[in-house]
C-alpha cells in the first residue's frame, strides 16, 4: 500500500485508465469503514482511501481536538484490506493559506444535523468537493448512516456536473443493533447502553409503519416516546424526511428517511432507517 501525504505524491501515482474507487473518511475506521472499503474493491480496479480530519466541519465548540485518531492502527487494517493507495494530507495542504472558497448546497444544508451544527455540511461539501478534484474517481463510497451527508452530497455533484458516481453502502451495526460509529469509542460502559435507544426508537417506529401507521407525525410521537423513557438521552431531532431533499414528509407513500440525532452525556449519535 502506497501512503501519500501531498497532492503532488498522489497525482504522480493515479492511474490513466483503471477504475478508481475513493473512500473518504476522518480515520477511527471501524467496521463500517472496511465494509465501504470491501465494496470498493468489488468495483474497482485501483482503491483509494483518505485520512482527513475535516477542521471546516467542527463548530467552534465540537469535538476537533479530541476527535479519535488512530494512524497506525488504521494504516494496518486498510493494508490488510488490500487498499492501494492511502491518502492522509496535512491540514495545511488541503487549505492552503488563505484560502476562500467554499462549496455549500443551499436549502440540504440547514436540515437535519445541518440545523443544529451551521456550517458542519459547508465544511462536509468543501472538503468532498476539493478531495474529488484532488482523486478524480469514477466512483466515490460512502454509508447509510450519514444520510443527510449523502443527499447534500448527491445534489452537489448533480449541480457541480461532476463524473464521480456516489454508492451509498448500508448501515453496519453492533451485534446489539448500535450503528458504528467513531464516536462511539466516547462512550462509558452506562453511556454504552443508554445508547440503544437510537437504535431501539427507529425499530419501533419501523414496526408502526409495517403495521400500517403511515402518518409520518404519528410515527415522530412513537419515536419520540421510546426517548421519553430514556431521560438521560437528549434528543435532538426525530424527523420523517424524503431522503434525496430532506424535506418534511406528512404521509409515508414513498421510501422516507426516518433520521434521529441525540445526546448521550456529552456525545452526539445519528442514526436513521428508511421506511419503504
Known amino acids: 500500500m502506497r501512503v501519500c501525504t501531498s497532492i503532488v505524491e498522489l497525482r504522480a501515482v493515479l492511474p490513466d485508465t483503471r477504475r478508481v474507487g475513493f473512500v473518504p473518511t476522518m480515520g477511527a475506521l471501524h467496521d463500517g469503514h472496511l465494509s465501504l472499503v470491501r465494496a470498493a474493491k468489488a468495483e474497482s480496479d485501483l482503491v483509494i482511501v483518505s485520512i482527513f480530519v475535516n477542521p471546516m466541519q467542527f463548530g467552534p465548540t ?3 481536538s479530541k476527535y479519535p485518531r488512530s494512524f497506525e492502527r488504521d494504516r494496518d487494517l486498510l493494508e490488510k484490506e488490500g487498499v492501494d493507495v492511502l491518502f492522509v494530507p496535512s491540514v495545511k495542504e488541503i487549505y492552503p493559506d488563505g484560502a476562500r472558497t467554499f462549496v455549500t448546497v443551499d436549502g ?3 436540515r437535519l444535523c445541518g440545523r443544529s451544527r451551521p ?4 465544511g462536509v461539501t468543501t472538503v468532498v468537493a476539493k478531495l474529488f478534484n484532488i482523486v478524480e474517481p469514477d466512483l466515490a ?9 449523502v443527499a447534500i452530497i448527491k ?6 456536473n461532476l463524473t464521480v458516481r456516489i454508492v451509498v453502502c448500508p448501515i453496519v451495526r453492533e451485534p446489539d443493533g448500535l450503528a458504528m460509529s467513531s464516536r462511539n469509542a466516547y ?4 453511556e454504552r447502553r443508554r445508547a440503544l435507544v437510537l437504535s431501539s426508537a427507529l425499530q419501533k417506529v419501523e414496526h408502526s409503519f409495517h403495521q400500517g401507521e403511515h402518518h409520518a407525525p404519528a410515527l415522530i410521537a412513537i419515536g419520540k416516546d421510546v426517548f421519553a423513557e430514556e431521560p438521560l438521552v437528549r434528543l435532538d431531532y426525530f424527523e420523517i424526511v424524503n431522503p434525496d431533499t430532506l424535506e418534511s414528509v406528512h ?5 422516507s428517511l426516518a433520521a434521529v440525532a441525540a445526546f448521550v452525556g456529552t456525545t452526539r449519535l445519528i442514526d436513521n432507517i428508511v421506511l419503504r
Do not use: I
Open 119 to 122: 456550517g458542519h455540511f459547508r
Open 251 to 255: 404521509e409515508v407513500e414513498a421510501p
Open 141 to 149: 463510497f460512502f454509508g447509510q448512516k450519514d444520510a443527510a451527508q
Open 187 to 190: 462512550l462509558n460502559p452506562e
Open 108 to 110: 440540504l444544508s440547514e
Open 62 to 64: 465540537e469535538d476537533f
Open 155 to 160: 445534489r452537489m455533484v448533480t449541480d457541480l
